[in-house]
């Protein structure tokens, strides 16, 4: 039986990892409700520039217009890969990713863009980003497997892994080199290391698929998921240019921010058996380590604002009243 024909019988599983990933999900559970950004709105209006409000306000949009928008592939999955196992990773992981959109759509209203979120799709770079997603998603929904699976792999390395995370380095810049914003960063990075879970069984599902049926990596996939790779990297690099039209940040700059993404991208390739597209240098990814640092390995974070990130099963917010 392969990973794409039906089983009823709900166990034994088929592909037991599955649960790996699910199981990561539910021990990161968080919620914006446990977090009170009183404290990050008198950051954003007292302690930041105008240009670098304009910078976390575009940043903010730019990440909501796909987490409250796009992310619909998981919730699907059981249609193409219908196990039962499959079915409780898809379901949770739609459910993350709901929990994503409620977050995202909270902070644009405590900053005050509701009215702003609406306008973000006529920008130039961001309509361009919706396009290439779509492009990439357009077989999210195919009977045809091997089109599926090419969805699957873009979905997996750009969208979940790729295209939001310079966007997540430039709000948690604030935190790391500034104090500041650390509830808002609280927000950012769950939702990494909630994407990075969702792209490594995104990655895993597409090693099992190409295990099984080699043949669907043929030559023409390949050219045609390089080329999209190629594409979104340029348009992600003029969605950085919107962002920082008033001025580069002095903590980190649009350069650093577009090796970080091709270093991720390639990671993201050679996961998957194929050769890297950009090959950045240990020097010039650099600039931008502290973001795992900052994300996945540092538990210790200041509990007067933000939570350690491996801190999970919480039923009340965080404020500065709850440590007195």
Not at 23 to 39: C, G, L, P, R
Not at 101 to 115: D, F, H, T
Request: hydrophobic share 40%.
């Amino acid at each position: 039986m392969g990973i794409f024909d039906k089983r009823i019988n709900y166990k034994p599983f088929e592909y037991p990892e599955i649960l790996e990933f699910t199981n990561a999900i539910n021990k990161s559970f968080w919620v914006h409700s446990e977090v009170d950004f009183t404290a990050d709105v008198q950051d954003f209006h007292s302690h930041l520039s105008a240009e670098e409000r304009e910078v976390v306000k575009r940043s903010l949009l730019a990440i909501a217009q796909i987490e409250v928008n796009v992310k619909t592939f998981w919730g699907d999955l059981y249609a193409h890969l219908p196990k039962p196992e499959f079915n409780g990773l898809g379901s949770t992981f739609a459910e993350c990713e709901f929990r994503h959109s409620e977050a995202y759509s909270r902070l644009l209203e405590v900053l005050g863009y509701n009215n702003e979120f609406e306008g973000v799709v006529q920008i130039p770079a961001i309509n361009k980003r919706i396009q290439y997603l779509s492009n990439a998603l357009k077989h999210a929904k195919a009977e045809n497997q091997k089109d599926y699976l090419n969805s699957l792999i873009l979905f997996s390395i750009l969208i979940e892994n790729v295209s939001l995370f310079s966007q997540f380095a430039i709000i948690l810049s604030f935190t790391r080199f500034k104090g500041a914003m650390k509830n808002v960063s609280n927000i950012i990075a769950w939702t990494s290391i909630d994407e990075q879970i969702h792209a490594n069984a995104g990655i895993y599902i597409v090693n099992k698929i190409k295990q099984e049926y080699p043949d669907y990596f043929d030559q023409e996939s390949i050219d045609n998921i390089r080329k999209i790779v190629e594409e979104s990297i340029d348009i992600e690099g003029e969605i950085l240019d919107w962002i920082f039209e008033n001025g580069e940040l002095d903590t980190i700059s649009k350069e650093d921010l577009l090796n970080f993404m091709k270093f991720r991208v390639d990671e993201s390739l050679k996961q998957i058996g194929m050769e890297k597209i950009y090959s950045v240098s240990d020097k010039n990814y650099q600039p931008m380590a502290w973001f795992e640092e900052e994300v996945f390995a540092n538990e210790l974070d200041d509990f007067f604002a933000k939570r350690p990130t491996a801190y999970t099963k919480h039923d009340k917010s965080i404020t500065a009243d709850d440590l007195f």
